[in-house]
């Protein structure tokens, strides 16, 4: 281990290196989303973590997912994107504020044959915890949905149109490959 320098200079370098981790997991978690991808959602969490979902979700973490692997399939596509991340790094522990824009296109309940885009302006508050395998993960993690506009939606795009996502196609390192964080 690094001895400290009398500046702080290798407590500052571990600062900044978490934070990145920290940033690299909430990255992940819109990558797990926006992908279905299971297994890196769990791979995100602790094993004892919670996630209070908005108004829609509040329990632990395997119910979480459940509830994810339930809904998504209805989902035609979803968009999660981070904005501003305020860390603050405590030893193994850590807290973290997320704004984020969240995008979901969805069939319209009330019009058959039609789609609805559900955009949502979110806070996700996180508390994090460096594990015994030193990924960081979060170990609860509070969404607020500080605005939500439900429109009709008349766009295009790829919009899971694709069999294979190209991002996997296109991207070989292990960190943009389906599954656990390497």
Known sequence: MATLAHDGTTEAFQQVIDKE?????????????DRFDMGLLRDCYTEDATDQHGPEFAGDVDTFIGWIESA??????????????????????????????????LPDPDNPGE???????????DNYRRCDDGKWRFSR???????????????????GGSAVDPSYEVLGQRLFQQGVRG
């Open 21 to 33: 981790a920290i940033r690299e997991l909430v990255l992940a978690y819109s990558r797990a989303i």
């Open 72 to 105: 998504m399939p209805g989902y035609a596509w979803t968009g999660h994107h981070v904005c501003n991340h305020m860390i603050s790094v405590d030893g193994d522990e850590a807290e973290g504020e997320v704004y984020a824009l969240a995008l979901h296109v």
């Open 115 to 125: 789609q609805i885009e559900d955009f949502l302006a979110v806070r996700y508050i």
């Open 141 to 159: 993690r509070v969404v607020t949905f500080d605005m939500q506009v439900i429109r009709p939606f008349t766009g295009g795009g790829l919009l």
